[in-house]
């Protein structure tokens, strides 16, 4: 009885038999190859070398292979953001706006639309401005600093379709917003809202008509609407107040935002006074 452990070297074969009485023999035979095994050995061996030759010579790679493997190779690679005008004003620290700020704005809106002497008439001189807001007033602390007679303005003030005061945002909410601030300041004094969401033009006008309006907040296209209409008169306004330096959850300003850009500067009127809030 024999077992083959599987040691197998060229032409070598190693066997342990176990005879009947337990005692074990080991016999190592070692023959050499004879003439009959020679040509097939030798099939076998050529057959194997062209195999690994085969297999030796690079693949051609087909089309799209390639493409996989350039596509692999370009999501490993860092991809960079391009940044926004969000970005931007996101790691800009806030700073209170200026007079040459607005002056600036004025000037690159209207280079293309204005010859350069009409350009120069826009150009606003100091005496227009006020004290700008440094960023530590709230709305009416700041009002209380640039308008401090404001109980006897108001009281003077009797004429129908126009304000003394017009505080000009970015959106309805904002508004609103400014709205509630008002009341430390405002007194007495009748505000109205002028914007366009839920509210008709025709609406807005009749409130005009009917009583006296001592502060006006809205958006610019919504007042540069009821000027047009002759439903807003600036006979007896005073103060321009302009919502610069507040921005919203994109961190954009109310001059950030393009089509407010747009109704702000296409109003075609000249104000008395000016500031920025």
Not at 94 to 122: H, M, W
Not at 136 to 156: D, F, G, R, V
Request: some cysteine; hydrophobic content about 35%.
């Amino acid at each position: 009885m024999f077992f083959q452990l599987g040691c197998f070297k060229k032409t070598s074969n190693l066997f342990i038999s176990l005879g009947d009485s337990g005692a074990e023999e080991a016999t190592v035979e070692t023959s050499q190859p004879s003439d009959k095994t020679t040509p097939t050995t030798d099939k076998k061996s050529e057959k194997r070398k062209r195999v690994t030759d085969k297999d030796a010579k690079p693949k051609k790679k087909k089309k799209k292979d390639q493409i996989i493997t350039f596509m692999m190779k370009n999501t490993t690679l860092p991809y960079k953001k391009k940044k926004t005008i969000e970005d931007v004003l996101a790691a800009s620290e806030p700073k209170p706006g200026c007079p040459a700020d607005l002056q600036s704005l004025v000037t690159n809106y209207f280079t293309d639309k204005r010859s350069v002497i009409e350009q120069e008439e826009l150009q606003l001189q100091d005496s227009c401005f006020l004290t700008c807001n440094d960023l530590t007033h709230s709305l009416s602390s700041y009002l209380k600093q640039i308008c401090p007679k404001w109980a006897k303005i108001q009281k003077q003030h009797t004429e129908k379709r126009s304000a003394v005061i017009l505080i000009v945002c970015s959106s309805a909410l904002r508004t609103i917003e400014l709205i509630k601030q008002l009341t430390a300041f405002k007194g007495e004094a009748k505000v109205l809202k002028l914007f366009a969401k839920h509210i008709k033009i025709e609406e807005q006008i009749k409130l005009l008509q009917k009583g006296i309006t001592h502060i006006g907040v809205g958006t610019p296209g919504r007042i540069n609407a009821l000027i047009e209409k002759e439903g807003l008169n600036l006979q007896a306004l005073r103060y321009v107040v302009l919502d610069w330096n507040w921005r919203d959850q994109k961190h954009r300003r109310m001059v950030d935002i393009p089509e407010v850009n747009y109704t702000l500067f296409s109003c075609d009127v000249t104000f008395p006074e000016s500031c920025a809030k």
